[in-house]
């Protein structure tokens, strides 16, 4: 979920500054068209990583606006007053009315996580929380407003950096607070509360985005045009029609760098290290299914990735360590007229593997939010739930105690040119590639956008993604089957943490 | 919530031989066409109290519609397959097909329930299970599906009147387990957690219908007439718009009873009995008020009633006990403009009482549900929503030890005539009258579903509403403060035992 924010997005001054003039006359425009219509008002979350720069965006935002129709809340301790009423009143009171913007720093969120972060109760007492959350955004959003929520994110290393220049600036050393020093320490688990809090609570009427904050450039102009485009969604979109105002396609990323660029793509495997490698790792899957934990566990495999990125040949290998009896591998196609008449996700629950079993999926649940995105199949409504009904069905397989290991297998466009046109020359493999194949790749930076979104919006700690770089077959094989032993070895190391 | 279901609800054999064939016959159709579209899958969830015809209905809804489309599904113990999977497995694998009809028996709420009941987990699990459910069912309701869900209710005399008559009868007892027969001991439980099930889970997409089980007649026509309405509207929304198909207006009454027609109206109390009486409750009010336990708690009332019911006097009478500081007195009417640009429950936050303090509502946010329904002021969409989120609002109240009583001041026809003539000659009332008032009494049956509609969904453990026979004013206001005193007493007590 916050991979994508800890890659280094950058806009360099000259593009910054080209860009903002007109993105400030765009807001502005389409602030005081708000405040004239008054059907909406426009509430702003802010939330995320001491040091993102959260103060700085809002900042700036009120630079940007015109501030006589911002309001900027700060909801820190709780006042007597609000003491003495119910917790959610002192957001209540400080709504701004339809045709404003309001800005809530320290919101509900914040407050959940704190106290979670602060061991004041567990993971229920969070849900419930979270469910109050879900709640009140939804009767806001079916009552006209337009909610944005901003996570301003760093990584470890970057925020310990933040924190370090912050407290060398005589400037700025108040801004730090014994609380906040302390949570550079309870970095993890803040992450992972808030994690738990992003995925359950994105949600198609109200998403969530990961801003990375160490570039002002790119932090701003970022917030800057998320903003604009909802903004110019709500203006157009019907009153009765609330919940479809944020359902706009979700913003690509300002500076075009995705999770995918990131990638080293050169990575490889002489034959020998392979042999060596695959065989080792081979083994491990093998006598890791056959451990006694593992009848606590189940094993689930996603594979996904370009065409022609060697998806078949993985799952071969993963395979090929295993007694067939402990395994089952789902093609996934186009669904049967038996699926067709159930809810998506039924033709997945079926295949999911009891407890000791691996199911490997060669393509699967993600087809939503990739092939059915893209090539419109289903509508924009539907893809845009799915990410959240997504993550809800692999909680509960990892509530059950499944491993749930997730691939994506990336080549670059040069290499599936050749493996397209390869494969077109070799008599028994020209079955693998058709009409369709070469009408997909046409379609490669929607593919693209539709990859980066999916990665950024599920990849959670409870079922992480892993990019594999498979312009080297030998690389990917080794990369999966590496993986895959990891997660286990992972759950199993929890299972004896939790017995000792 | 289920005060309805225990009002002695019965349909003649008469009627119901003379209509049980036009419905039988209506639902074949709409059976048939459901199965030929095949776009849609019913799910109708069965629950509710022991002996409350459950199974009785189920046979007979095979009987009366074409069972070859109707399964049949009861979830009791976990099968050993099952218990490898994830808890929803086994309903995921039991889903019908688009165009047939499942019926679950044992389902995810009797599961939730029976758990929290045998004391496995605490309310936040039980909530935790309550947001699963919601998820599951909106995911399914956003795929095509229609959710009814019957809750077949009994109150506790007629259960152990039930229990008792199938004990005797030889043929039947085979039905009642162990379990079952706990379930008698643990009827409250039962249906305290069962009210907290319901409270949050009845939403717009997937509202509860409780059906008192006592008469046979009563009980298969409601859950006909029902099942009827529901396919009919399935069978005409268009695929898209899956969230409107449960948005019918809200079943009236089978048998046209309703908690109003339970009032005796002739309650009185004598002028003597009238003037002790008062100053008795209103002593003791005053008491209550000043009582040190109540620096934990407010005090919210809500008057709403027929025109002319005496709520003004009613008021005045609390009022009259208490120091002007204790007490606010909210007059609900046409909202401002500051208010129009806020969310609809904005106005009501911004009046709850701190602690120790007493809020008056006359009228209140039940105004959605009453007036703007009937008059039209709001969507169906608006008031069928409102439920669920003036439950949401006040569980908010009373998890902060706010202290809610609700009352529905009652009159009938004539009195309401009466009292309008008299106020026309006396001019000192004359302003109490007005075309509006004309105007509404015109709508009398209207009012009256909407406020039979408004306690069935709003009137929940935690918030109850109470009927007040208005006829005679001096019972009504002695009922009143009688109601609040009542109600202070039990938190009060309620905080004694926490604290022992």
């Known amino acids: 979920m916050f991979e994508s924010a800890e890659i280094g997005h950058t806009i360099d001054d000259e593009t910054y500054d080209a860009e903002v003039p007109a ?7 389409a602030q005081y068209e708000l405040h004239e219509q008054a059907k909406r008002q426009i509430i702003i979350l802010i939330n995320g990583i001491e040091g993102a720069g959260k103060g700085e965006t809002v900042k700036l935002l009120n630079d940007w606006m015109d501030p006589r129709y911002i309001e900027v809340r700060t909801f820190d301790q709780q006042t007597d007053e609000e003491l003495a009423h119910p917790p959610v009143w002192r957001y209540w009171r400080q709504l701004p009315p339809k045709g404003r913007i309001g800005v809530f720093f320290g919101n509900w969120y914040s407050q959940m996580i704190q106290g979670r972060v602060h061991k004041q109760y567990k993971d229920p007492v969070l849900d419930q929380a979270i469910n109050g959350a879900e709640r009140l955004e939804k009767m806001l959003v079916d009552e006209g407003a337009v909610i944005f929520k901003f996570w301003f994110h760093l990584s470890k290393q970057q925020m310990k950096l933040r924190l370090k220049t912050l407290k060398d600036d005589a400037l700025h050393s108040w801004r730090i607070s014994p609380l906040d020093w302390q949570q550079s320490k309870t970095y993890d688990k803040f992450v992972r509360f808030g994690e738990r809090v992003l995925r359950r609570t994105s949600r198609d009427y109200a998403p969530w985005h990961v801003i990375e904050g160490v570039d002002p450039n790119y932090r701003s102009l970022t917030v800057g045009r998320l903003l604009l485009e909802g903004l110019q969604n709500a203006l157009k979109t019907p009153e009765g029609s609330t919940n ?13 760098l995705s999770l995918l660029d ?10 020998d290290d392979y042999d060596e490698q695959l065989i080792t790792e081979q083994a491990r899957l093998s006598g890791l299914m056959r451990d006694k934990r593992m009848r606590r566990h189940a094993l689930v495999a996603v594979f996904e990735g370009n065409d022609a990125a060697g998806k078949g040949g993985a799952i071969k290998r993963v395979a090929g360590a295993l007694d067939p009896r402990q395994y089952h591998i789902v093609p996934i196609a186009a669904p049967s007229q038996d699926e067709l008449a159930q809810p998506y996700l039924w033709r997945f629950w079926r295949q999911i593997p009891a407890r000791g079993k691996f199911t490997v999926f060669d393509r699967s649940w993600y087809g939503r939010v990739l092939v059915e995105r893209v090539e419109g199949y289903c509508s924009e409504a539907d893809w845009l739930r799915a990410y959240s009904e997504i993550n809800d069905f692999e909680e509960q397989l990892t509530d059950a105690g499944i491993v749930v290991v997730k691939f994506w297998l990336a080549i670059d466009d040069k290499t599936q ?8 020359k070799i008599p028994f493999k020209r079955h693998k590639i058709t009409e369709d194949d070469w009408r997909n790749r046409k379609k490669w930076p929607q593919y693209r956008e539709a990859v980066s979104d999916m990665v950024d919006r599920t990849s959670t700690e409870i079922a992480p993604w892993t990019l594999v770089e498979a312009n080297d077959k030998r690389w990917a094989r080794v990369k999966v089957l590496r993986t895959i032993n990891e997660a286990l070895e992972a759950a199993f190391a929890k299972d004896d943490k939790k017995r000792k």
Do not use: C, H, I, Y
Request: charge should be negative.
């Open 23 to 29: 993105l400030r006359e765009a807001l502005l425009e």
């Open 244 to 256: 479809l105002v944020n359902l706009g396609p979700l913003p690509s990323n300002t500076d075009e």
């Open 262 to 271: 990131n990638l080293d793509m050169t990575l490889a495997l002489e034959k």
């Open 417 to 424: 040119l050749e493996r397209f046109q390869a494969r077109e």
